[in-house]
């Protein structure tokens, strides 16, 4: 299996629509997916289930790892999407834990995810580089930043870049798959040229080619509690996320990872 924290430095970047949507184009593509809702907020569950506050989730299992596994499941329209709610312990006290506090916990989630025979697993981060957050970047085999492209948005991200250089000194075989660019209106000059500095102040493909654009049908998916992929309107964004799939894939291959299979397998 593969695992992938999408994580930030700083909320409302567009992380948890990332997440859901990246989700849903590995599942169409074939692959056992699980998008586990790490964040406190809970907002992958209520995006995609107006009934995620009452299920048992991923803080549950870390206040209680003998819960199994099946009880946290939530199977999605999608026979390949499944789904881990944040929990009715959301509120389980992480954020001043040190990191390598909660370090076993999300190791043992992980493996029986892999026992269980998932391809993949996203895992929606709570934001910033510290406590929880830093233990599942640390127990996961990659990870993906998205950053929201304005002015002050991008200032941020060497930052974050170089907490996740520190992380990698305990975790020397995490791939850093780059920066994911969010909210992307390509007729304002400003966002642009946010996504051009960044280029140009990162090195070589440390920002990915695919961009996901602003676009009010993310809104309406959610209020409807569907990846935005599945709306009447929203062929473009499948493809858009259907590209990020692949450029992943591609870049997972490159670093020598074993490729995922569409035999059920990774």
Same mark, same amino acid.
């Given at each position: !299996? ?29 692959? $056992? ?7 406190? *907020? ?10 995620? $506050? !009452? ?23 999608? +026979? ?7 929990? *009715? ?10 990191? &390598?506090?909660?370090?076993?916990? @999300? ?6 995810? =892999?026992? $269980? ?28 930043? /998205? ?9 941020? @991200? /060497?930052?974050?870049?170089? &907490? ?7 975790? /020397? ?7 994911? !660019?969010?909210?992307? *209106? ?6 642009? +040229? ?16 695919? !961009? ?16 935005? &992929?599945?709306? +009447? ?6 493809? @858009? ?5 692949? =450029?992943? +894939? ?17």
């Amino acid at each position: !299996m593969i695992s992938i924290a999408v994580s930030s430095q700083k909320g409302g970047v567009g992380k948890t629509t990332a997440s859901i949507n990246m989700a849903h184009a590995f599942a169409r593509a074939g692959l $056992r997916t699980l998008l586990v809702d790490a964040d406190p *907020q809970g907002s992958v569950g209520l995006s995609l289930t107006r009934q995620s $506050r !009452m299920l048992s989730g991923f803080y549950d299992y870390l206040a209680d790892p003998g819960i199994p596994l099946e009880r946290l499941l939530v199977p999605t329209r999608l +026979e390949t999407f499944t789904l881990v709610a944040a929990g *009715q312990a959301s509120d389980y006290e992480v954020g001043g834990a040190p990191t &390598g506090a909660h370090l076993a916990r @999300v190791r043992g989630f992980l493996r029986a995810v =892999e026992a $269980r025979g998932f391809d993949i697993c996203l895992i929606d981060t709570p934001a910033g580089l510290f406590g929880l957050t830093a233990d599942i970047i640390a127990s996961s085999d990659a990870v993906l930043v /998205p950053q929201q492209a304005e002015p002050l948005g991008i200032r941020s @991200v /060497p930052k974050m870049l170089e &907490g996740l250089n520190r992380l990698r000194v305990i975790h /020397p075989r995490l791939i850093v798959l780059g920066v994911l !660019m969010t909210m992307v *209106q390509n007729d304002m000059a400003e966002s642009r +040229e946010s996504v051009n500095a960044l280029r140009q102040l990162l090195p070589g493909d440390l920002v990915l080619r695919t !961009m996901i654009p602003r676009d009010a049908l993310f809104v309406k998916a959610s209020a409807r509690g569907l990846p935005v &992929g599945v709306l +009447e309107d929203g062929a473009g964004a499948l493809a @858009v996320f259907d590209a990020l799939r692949a =450029e992943i +894939e591609a870049k997972l291959e490159r670093s020598g990872h074993t490729s995922l299979r569409r035999d059920g397998s990774a």
